[in-house]
Nanobody
């Protein structure tokens, strides 16, 4: 399984941005996918997850309802829609996937089996 994240860039505070993660290889072997982010000098933080088959979603705290996760099974992509972006959202955003063998989606990055390369989001004030 390979993950390819895209969609990052430089935006202004209040803007919206949509990140996409394409899954290649064996997407049918995945239980769930998630988005994390890592700001400079900070730990990687869970944002949201979605199960591959049922589309059940889970969100981390402090997102204030600004982030939405969705999947397109036909295109093998998972998207993270972000609205009303703030400078504090500046980070490298990573998509990750957990194998069916684990059977659950968690907020712990240690329990994800596959990672994309990250895409940088910079929000200017």
């Amino acid at each position: 399984v390979q993950l390819q994240a895209s969609g990052g860039g430089l935006v202004q505070a209040g803007d919206s941005l949509n990140l996409s993660c394409e899954v290649t290889g064996r997407p049918f072997s995945l239980y769930a996918m998630a988005w994390f982010r890592q700001a400079p000098a900070k730990e990687r933080k869970f944002l949201a997850a979605i199960t591959w088959k049922r589309g059940a979603t889970y969100f981390g705290s402090s997102l204030e309802g600004r982030f939405t996760i969705s999947r397109d099974s036909a295109k093998n992509t998972v998207n993270l829609q972000m609205i009303n972006l703030k400078p504090s959202d500046t980070a490298v955003y990573y998509c990750a996937a957990v194998d069916n063998s684990r059977g659950r989606a968690t907020m712990s990055d240690a329990e994800y089996d596959y990672w994309g390369q990250g895409t940088l989001v910079t929000v200017s004030s």
